[in-house]
């Protein structure tokens, strides 16, 4: 817990509103898959079913009024430890760079696996998002128009 907060411990009341992300007071299901690092790219392989089922099992444990989210009292009252959340650079740089990097690394000593995947996911998103600048330069889009509407 220290290593991906940053600080040497975290009462339960902290990690709830750490991961109530929507400053909601209550933890939806969203919320508690994110937590859990389900909506991550790295978890794309878990069964959808597995992923629900956890969520469920969650619920189970913690939503004793059973309305399909998590207050901060029924957290407090079975309070049990951390699990993952984040985006994925953070992700990235907790559990990975600053594991096996520092500050002094250079780009070229970035070759473990994790890294290659890191930084392909940021050409695959560079062209994307060139490719839809060109396409908010074109006046007309023609593959955006739906085939019964053209005329050819």
Same mark, same amino acid.
């Given at each position: ?24 007071? $209550? ?6 898959? @994110?937590?859990?690092? =389900? ?32 207050? @901060? ?23 990975? =760079?600053?594991? =096996?990097?520092?500050?002094?690394? @250079? ?39 739906? $085939?019964?509407? @053209?005329?050819?």
């Amino acid at each position: 817990m220290a290593e991906e907060h940053h600080i040497a411990n975290l009462d339960p009341s902290a990690f709830f509103t750490l991961h109530d992300y929507d400053s909601s007071g $209550q933890w939806s299901p969203d919320e508690i898959r @994110r937590t859990y690092g =389900f909506d991550d790219e790295s978890a794309k392989d878990v069964p959808l079913e597995k992923k629900t089922n956890a969520v469920q099992e969650v619920l189970g444990m913690f939503d004793k009024d059973g309305d399909g989210e998590i207050s @901060r009292t029924e957290w407090m009252d079975g309070w049990t430890g951390p699990g993952h959340h984040g985006d994925d650079e953070y992700e990235y740089e907790i559990h990975h =760079f600053e594991k =096996f990097h520092d500050e002094n690394t @250079r780009e070229e000593d970035l070759t473990h696996p994790e890294d290659i995947a890191h930084f392909r996911k940021h050409d695959e998103m560079d062209a994307q998002a060139d490719y839809q600048e060109q396409m908010d330069q074109m006046p007309i889009v023609e593959q955006n128009i739906p $085939q019964k509407f @053209r005329r050819y």
